[in-house]
């Protein structure tokens, strides 16, 4: 995959080359102006070298893990490749460096850099020279068979426009020969739940044999049976406290603090689940111990209990109930041939293979040994060519030359030939997914992010960097090399994972290719050549002594780790483009941080940060300063320096007053600077804040609090400059001032407005009104807005909707009607905290998209909404903390009318579940 790094070093090497002319001025030195142009001839040099070796390159892939002399010379080109960017990234500082400052400032900085522009043009000449010469000596060994290959490609016009391809989403019948299996697990699992038993079922086989599809699709059916459910991902390298953790939050405890030890974390677990059924599923086993000493214990016997343990290990299927293991095989030929065909043909309704591939078709299935993950992977890739003989027989060709050494037979080569196919850009995108832990939840905005800093996303096709980011997104989860694991309201992929087998070989391309390596804490650690380091380990003291001089991204994933321990690699890494610290309890960040000149992606979510200091303003390339759910209260003066920031993220929970709230962070003045922001989320508002503010035009997501009525004109003009806006938070001082938003237009490019404080009611029918051609706005929350009977029609305007949130003091009338035909697209409606709420009208024909519908702390809600007999496609009803009349007549199960009647209103919903806490009932009566 050298042609990845050799195509983005390309693009680097022309953005370099287009600060020529500018580089020259009348007031340069002689000097300088000499070694400039130096060092500008040896970067062409450079550049025309490497765009006529990368088609090269691109064919030479397959070819390097069976012919030796290939393998050198691609290692070698991209050994170079390295040290050349690491030259152009200096130059490109040096040469921003140059232009600030005064007059004198200038001048002093030109003669100093005279010697840096002649050792770097001497280093780049020494690099061509050697690129020459391995040039020349590839060509005195050619190999026999590799004539006629270079230049072709493998990604023809086709491949250029499937990133385009509308997401094919994995659907029910696209599930191949797991029915038996799935009919006899659900089985396991529903029966006898009235019981107060226990019950383990396993289910196990070889990696990518099909376990964690199976789990997953059961998984999803039987969930709603329980009342408590949970699947969790457990990984080789788990521990057992972040595993509890996780445990803990998808059966949805709050654990608050995230230093909670292990012992409390259990007692919280143990206590939500007495007197419950439950369901959990630990997908990808490894230890007996991990089931026997430390889940098992934690859940009451006073429980109904259903397990399901996924793994690959026959020690841990051992350890199902009597005769409730179930051990997956590959798939039987007719199996294989079907999955093929609906993966492969899946945009063709027959999803049948023509005669003419059914040669080829059997040959693909041979290398795939009835294995599903590499059927799909071959499938995938297939549906992305052109149905004819020569394009399959060109695929399997390459197929051909891929030499199996994975442990798993078939899915390495396959994996090979399917990272082939892929644009250089898709291939460092996907090889970025492995340095995340196994099994972690890849958030889609976090992913784009890092793709971009890295330099991995070019704009294209009059699409932003963030629409071309997400084409590939959708690229990967299309080829199965990623997996969609959730989705938004309007379908876009919001999370998505990497299937373990898949990154199992994805980690080890990475460490070979210096791509990445994750420290794991085991082994020796040498990243004299590596790229990029994922920490996964709590002890980063070794790495001190690794050698990590050409780093260019530095990801941390365990919430403990010592900053200190990384100063040293922070010292020696001075081209660092990416620094994550998500998630971990650094309190403040170390001064080799702001040597950093190439730094692009500083993330900070989730720390204990609490102050920044002035001298963030050295980072001068910084796109994305992320510092969301934070301790900052405010930001200092020198971010106005940042001119290349993109994305500004700082807010966060206060929760010592009630309600709890976000709260934003104070800004300079300087902020009208960063006219390049995307994202600024959340400022507090003052006016001069608001007139800063109105200078960022490019602005897509944007967050304010502390709103008053003062701020009303100078707020509306400011968000009416934002042409681009999709995202818009506004938030008052207190419940009690008015939100002064009647006079604003809001750009028909919103997407999602969330609304905290009072609105006002004669101006809310024509404000509602004129927010009617908003047809991309989705979702819209509102808190403490005071509708009523009268102004809550009103709201009916907004037909887009898809998820409707009313929260604390967002209604306060005593009824609520929804009228026929209103809100057709809303999804999920969730009415929290309306006090004097006590009934609601649904009318036929009203709500007919609604999936779920929650109540939560309606203290008069006596009854069951009026009419929800009606919306036949409701799937869940949650009434937490409404009125205990309702919810105790809900939970008697007698045959008197009353109860019955209002039983055989929702009994066409398939989960309902009831909440009192005072009296610490939590119950799914459905």
């Not at 040469?95 to 900085?109: P, Q």
Request: glycine share 6%.
């Amino acid at each position: 995959m050298a042609e990845a790094v050799v195509g983005v070093l390309i693009g680097k090497l022309a953005a370099a080359l287009t600060n020529e002319a500018a580089a020259y001025g009348a007031s340069l030195l002689c000097k300088e102006a000499s070694s400039l142009k130096g060092l500008f001839r040896e970067i062409r040099t450079a550049e025309a070298e490497l765009e006529s070796m990368n088609a090269y390159l691109r064919d030479s892939e397959k070819f390097k893990d069976t012919d030796e002399t290939t393998g050198i010379f691609v290692n070698k080109i991209r050994e170079l490749s390295f040290r050349i960017e690491d030259v152009v990234d200096e130059f490109m500082y040096k040469l921003e460096d140059k232009k600030h400052g005064g007059f004198v400032a200038k001048t002093t900085k030109r003669i100093k850099h005279v010697k840096v522009w002649r050792r770097l043009a001497l280093q780049l000449r020494e690099i061509n020279a050697e690129l020459e010469d391995t040039t020349k000596r590839r060509a005195r060994y050619v190999i026999p068979g590799m004539q006629g290959h270079t230049g072709t490609g493998s990604n023809g016009n086709h491949q250029a426009t499937s990133t385009n391809q509308t997401l094919c989403s994995a659907r029910e019948e696209d599930l191949v020969g797991i029915e038996e299996n799935a009919e006899k697990l659900k089985g396991w699992l529903v029966k006898d739940l009235e019981e107060r038993n226990t019950k383990v079922t396993t289910v196990w086989g070889m990696g990518g044999v099909g376990k964690t599809t199976l789990a997953d699709h059961v998984y999803k059916i039987v969930k709603v049976h329980f009342d408590a459910a949970a699947c969790v991902t457990v990984s080789k390298s788990y521990q057992v406290e972040d595993l509890l953790k996780k445990i803990a939050i998808e059966f949805g405890t709050s654990i608050g603090s995230s230093n909670m030890d292990t012992r409390r974390l259990v007692d919280v677990i143990r206590n939500h689940l007495e007197g419950k059924s439950v369901l959990l599923v630990l997908d990808d086993v490894w230890e007996e111990g991990l089931w026997i000493n430390n889940i098992m214990p934690i859940f009451p016997t006073n429980c109904t209990s259903r397990f399901v343990l996924t793994s690959r290990l026959y020690e841990i299927a051992s350890l199902a109930t009597h005769n409730c293991a179930i051990k997956l095989e590959p798939l039987q030929v007719d199996q294989s041939i079907l999955l093929f065909c609906k993966l492969a043909f899946w945009n063709n309704d027959s999803k049948k293979c023509p005669s003419e591939l059914r040669g080829l078709a059997t040959k693909f299935l041979q290398k795939c040994e009835g294995l599903p993950i590499a059927i799909a992977c071959i499938g995938r890739l297939l549906s992305c060519k052109p149905p004819t003989h020569s394009e399959w027989k060109n695929v399997y060709d390459k197929l051909e030359l891929q030499h199996t050494k994975n442990v798993i037979p078939g899915v390495d080569s396959i994996l090979k030939i399917s990272l082939e196919d892929l644009p250089y850009e898709l291939k460092n995108c996907f090889l970025h997914c492995a340095i995340f832990p196994e099994g972690y939840i890849l958030k889609r905005r976090r992913l784009i992010r890092h793709w971009i800093t890295a330099g991995f996303i070019k704009e294209k096709e009059n699409k932003t960097l963030e629409g071309v980011a997400e084409g590939f997104l959708n690229e990967l989860v299309n080829r199965s090399l990623l997996q969609a694991v959730q989705k938004n309201g309007i379908g876009r992929v919001k999370c998505c994972r990497m299937h373990d087998v898949i990154r199992h070989i994805a980690v080890d391309k990475a460490e070979k290719e210096s791509f990445g390596k994750v420290y794991d804490g085991h082994g020796t650690v040498l990243l004299h050549a590596t790229r990029r380091l994922s920490i996964q380990s709590t002890n980063a003291a070794p790495l001190n002594q690794s050698g990590g001089t050409h780093l260019r991204a530095i990801h941390a994933f365990t919430s403990s780790i010592d900053i200190d321990l990384l100063r040293p690699i922070l010292a020696s890494s001075l081209s660092l483009s990416i620094l994550d610290l998500q998630g971990t309890e650094v309190k403040m960040l170390p001064n080799e941080i702001f040597s950093l000149f190439n730094l692009r992606f500083l993330g900070l979510r989730y720390t204990r940060i609490d102050i920044l200091p002035e001298a963030i303003g050295k980072l001068q390339n910084l796109e994305v300063l992320d510092a969301a759910y934070t301790a900052l209260l405010s930001l200092p003066k020198d971010i106005e320096k940042l001119r290349k920031l993109r994305y500004l993220y700082a807010l966060t929970l206060q929760t010592q007053n009630s309600p709890a709230r976000f709260c934003g962070v104070k800004v300079p003045r300087g902020i009208r600077h960063l006219t390049g922001l995307h994202a600024l989320q959340r400022v507090t508002a003052s006016l001069e804040t608001l007139r800063d503010v109105a200078a960022l035009t490019e602005l897509r997501t944007f967050a304010v609090s502390d709103v008053t009525s003062e701020h009303s004109l100078i707020l509306c003009r400011a968000i009416m400059n934002m042409n681009h806006l999709a995202h818009l938070s506004v938030a008052t001082l207190d419940d009690n001032e008015v939100l002064p938003i009647e006079a604003l237009n809001l750009p028909e490019t919103l997407y999602k407005l969330e609304l905290t404080g009072q609105l006002e009611k004669t101006h809310m029918p024509q404000m509602f009104s004129s927010w009617s051609h908003l047809k991309n706005l989705n979702i819209l929350s509102l808190r403490s807005s005071t509708l009523n009977e009268d102004s809550f029609s009103s709201l009916a305007t907004l037909r887009s909707l898809c998820f409707l949130g009313l929260y604390r003091g967002a209604y306060n009338g005593k009824i609520m009607c929804f009228s026929a035909q209103s809100f057709p697209r809303l999804r999920r409606l969730e009415i929290c905290e309306a006090s004097q709420l006590n009934q609601l009208k649904i009318e036929k024909g009203a709500l007919e998209s609604l999936v779920e519908l929650l109540f939560s702390r309606c203290r008069e809600l006596k009854h069951l909404p009026h009419g929800i007999e009606y919306i036949t496609n409701l799937e869940v009803l949650y009434l937490l903390d409404t009125a205990e009349e309702l919810i105790e007549k809900l939970r008697k199960k007698t045959d008197s009318y009353k109860c019955n009647e209002e039983h055989m209103k929702i009994r066409h919903i398939r989960k309902v579940v009831v909440r009192l806490t005072e009296k610490n009932i939590w119950e799914r009566i459905r």
